[in-house]
């Protein structure tokens, strides 16, 4: 069955980065794309953007652009993200998915991982 | 951007009422719409692709309409299982942008 496990809760003090790793099994890891989204406390949903396994291209959203980097590695069929220049605000539970939102096949999701940003 | 303006942000409601869940896109979208049900501590699933395809193994007290700027979830008899919270995503455009979501909640 598919599976997404990700890497334990992190803390790190702000101007840090972060690196999450969403280890994929259960189908073939090339085929398809990695999103990753976010949820801070008390709000919503946040798309970051995506990662393209086999092609190797990215689509970031704009509020991201220059501290973000996705990447995968095919070998392990694991996906990353790092995020770099760390604020109080990207405190949050970072979820790694396989999501093809316009197709009927099921979405699956990590597990998520807390990243809390503290002086 | 597209703009997703989810409503109402909240509501409360008993096990059996119908409700509805409105998701209006700052532009046009087609039907490049999907709802989410998210609960505290678990991943988000998809409910609905399509703006109004069921996902397999979904209940089918819920189903979603729309095309366009305007789009609805809606439970017909809601279970205790449904309290949650509830987003839109359009995945028309880049950035894919979320709802603002719509909390579920037991009168």
């Known amino acids: 069955q598919v599976q997404l496990m990700q890497s334990g809760n992190e803390v790190k003090q702000p101007g840090a980065s972060v690196k999450v790793s969403c280890k994929a099994s259960?189908?073939?890891?090339?085929?398809?794309?990695i999103s990753w989204v976010r949820q801070a406390p008390g709000q919503g949903l946040e798309w970051m953007g995506w990662?393209?396994?086999?092609?190797?291209?990215?689509n970031y959203a704009q509020k991201f652009q220059g501290r973000v980097t996705m990447t995968t590695d095919t070998s392990t069929s694991t996906a990353y993200l790092e995020l770099r220049n760390l604020r109080s605000d990207d405190t949050a539970v970072y979820y790694c998915?396989?999501?093809?939102?316009?197709?009927?096949?099921?979405?699956?999701w990590g597990q998520g991982t807390l990243v809390t940003v503290s002086s | 951007d597209i703009q997703m303006t989810q409503s109402p942000s909240s509501l409360s409601a008993s096990v059996g009422d119908r409700i509805t869940i409105t998701c209006r896109a700052s532009?046009?979208?087609?039907?490049?719409l999907a709802w989410y049900q998210h609960k505290p501590g678990k991943a988000p699933k998809r409910l609905i692709y399509?703006?109004?395809s069921l996902q397999s193994g979904v209940p089918s007290r819920f189903s979603g309409s729309g095309s366009g700027t305007e789009f609805t979830l809606t439970i017909s008899s809601l279970q205790p299982e449904d309290f949650a919270t509830y987003y839109c995503l359009q995945h028309n455009a880049y950035p894919w942008t979320f709802g603002q979501g719509t909390k579920v909640e037991i009168k």
């Open positions: 532009q046009g979208i087609r039907n490049d």
């Open positions: 399509a703006a109004s």
């Open positions: 259960g189908y073939t890891f090339s085929s398809y794309d």
């Open positions: 998915a396989r999501d093809l939102p316009w197709l009927s096949e099921s979405d699956y």
């Open positions: 990662f393209n396994a086999y092609n190797g291209k990215a």
